[in-house]
């Protein structure tokens, strides 16, 4: 060994001398915890030391667990970015939930507010919309922004069982009154209906230089009911005091569209708040009904409320018409004015109520926009603005004539929520809530609501008719969905 490898071998031998023994490995030394919060400390589940707010639980546990995807080197945005994507969310919440709502309602002002102002050529303001005149007569109005003497209207009836080429043309008189230079309102009656059940189909015909205003639909017919044991027979929409919230009205057209199919559309009075004003009976009425296909399709049992009565009596855009009855799938509805206190109303209805057709009905209907019993309302106008009293008639006179002779169900409106009360056989029901601000007020308290039920809610109902002579009544909530109140009539009439 060289002198040179024997210096280095002994040089390290004394550096191994000189340093100290490494102390022993103690097992009993627990981790390192940086500044853990006394919350954080107690908990259970096993957390990263950069969280420092606490066990997850709930919300804020789901967004941590998001978090915990973000690379650690990006963690200081990753709260801007959950704010980001929470804000996303919420506006395509928006979006779905709202924002169809809201894009109609808009198209309906904009719409009325192109027509005011003359921009739009000779069009339709208003689609066709149709009204049940009698048993074998519904009154289609529409209305355009233009005089057209050459329109007329034909329709075809095709009987349920029948092919196409057994349908009769038939053309029903077509008349025209121009409110001013914008609102010119046609009418035509179809009349002379099959009194079988039928689909009818009707089309208006414009002059030939204008066929694009062309417009064709389909509406059942349904006079008679078949004997159809435990089958629905004819499916009614019915709905009241819309006014002037065309949104919530949106809102309830639209949850009973889309989970139903009606064959009529019952409406209990005040359509609009302001009888006198041509927009809102453009936006916040016709525009909302042919939207969905309701008013062109679908024929309206229409009584006039105490926002749309019309003291001179022309009514032009749901027909002349005060006081009527007639037969629809063995229901007969007796349609009352709760507007005209009149003994020439008084005895039409008892005559009505005698007469052939009303006791051979399955059930006897009347539909009357003031109820006879009133219980909820503001109380300075019901006690110091005498609005007690309105329609006060319908309670003192009308209601023995209903308990006399044998009136199964009483419709009504006026009171802006729901509710369902009973006088021994006699079914009274208040169906206000299809967009005017509700009623939660309580004014009166009248035994017939006694033993009932009371939904203060936005709503619409479904009354179905079946082959085994039952009335199925269904209320239901237009914002949520859920049912609301059901009950069932059988028929008293002999069969």
């Not at 319908?394 to 006088?423: A, C, E, K, W």
């Amino acid at each position: 060994m060289s002198n040179y490898s024997a210096g280095k071998t002994g040089r390290s031998a004394q550096r191994r001398q000189s340093l100290p023994a490494p102390a022993p490995i103690s097992t009993n030394i627990g981790p390192s915890i940086i500044a853990i919060p006394p919350s954080a400390s107690s908990s259970k589940s096993s957390r990263h030391p950069m969280m420092l707010h606490g066990p997850g639980s709930g919300i804020s546990g789901w967004i941590e667990e998001i978090l915990s995807y973000i690379p650690r080197r990006r963690r200081q945005i990753r709260y801007p970015v959950v704010l980001c994507l929470g804000l996303y969310v919420f506006l395509m919440y928006l979006y779905f939930q709202g924002a169809g709502t809201f894009m109609a309602v808009t198209g309906f002002k904009l719409k009325n507010w192109a027509f005011n102002w003359d921009i739009k050529r000779c069009s339709y303001r208003k689609d066709p919309m149709l009204f049940v005149k009698d048993s074998s007569s519904v009154l289609v109005i529409w209305e355009m922004n233009c005089k057209l003497p050459e329109m007329e209207l034909t329709w075809v009836s095709n009987s349920h069982g029948q092919s196409q080429l057994d349908m009769d043309d038939t053309r029903g008189a077509t008349t025209f009154t121009a409110l001013d230079k914008m609102h010119v309102v046609y009418t035509a009656t179809i009349s002379g209906l099959p009194t079988v059940n039928s689909n009818i189909t009707y089309l208006i015909h414009p002059p030939r230089s204008m066929s694009h205003l062309t417009r064709s639909y389909t509406f059942s017919h349904l006079p008679n009911p078949p004997s159809l044991a435990d089958r629905e027979i004819a499916r009614f929409g019915a709905i009241s005091d819309n006014q002037c919230e065309v949104t919530q009205f949106f809102k309830v057209l639209k949850a009973m569209t889309q989970h139903h199919k009606i064959d009529y559309l019952i409406h209990a009075g005040d359509a609009v708040q302001d009888y006198h004003s041509l927009d809102s009976w453009q936006t916040d009425f016709s525009s909302p009904l042919s939207y969905f296909k309701i008013g062109q399709t679908t024929p309206l049992i229409y009584a006039h409320g105490n926002h749309d009565h019309d003291p001179q009596g022309l009514y032009p855009y749901t027909g002349k018409r005060t006081w009527h009855a007639y037969t629809v799938a063995g229901v007969r509805f007796i349609v009352l004015d709760s507007n005209l206190d009149s003994l020439e109303q008084d005895r039409w209805l008892e005559e009505e109520l005698k007469s052939e057709a009303s006791r051979k009905a399955w059930f006897r209907l009347v539909l009357v926009h003031i109820p006879p019993y009133t219980q909820y309302w503001e109380k300075d106008a019901w006690i110091n603005k005498g609005e007690k009293h309105w329609g006060s008639f319908v309670r003192t006179r009308y209601v023995p004539l209903f308990q006399q002779y044998n009136v199964d169900l009483v419709i009504s409106g006026h009171q802006h929520n729901y509710m369902r009360g009973q006088d021994d056989h006699l079914v009274y029901t208040i169906i206000g809530g299809a967009g005017g601000q509700l009623d939660a007020e309580q004014v009166e308290d009248y035994p017939v609501w006694a033993n009932g039920k009371t939904k203060v809610r936005h709503h619409y109902v479904l009354m179905k008719i079946t082959g085994d002579r039952r009335l199925i009544w269904e209320a239901y909530d237009a914002d949520c969905g859920t049912r609301l109140d059901a009950f069932v009539l059988d028929s008293r009439t002999e069969a």
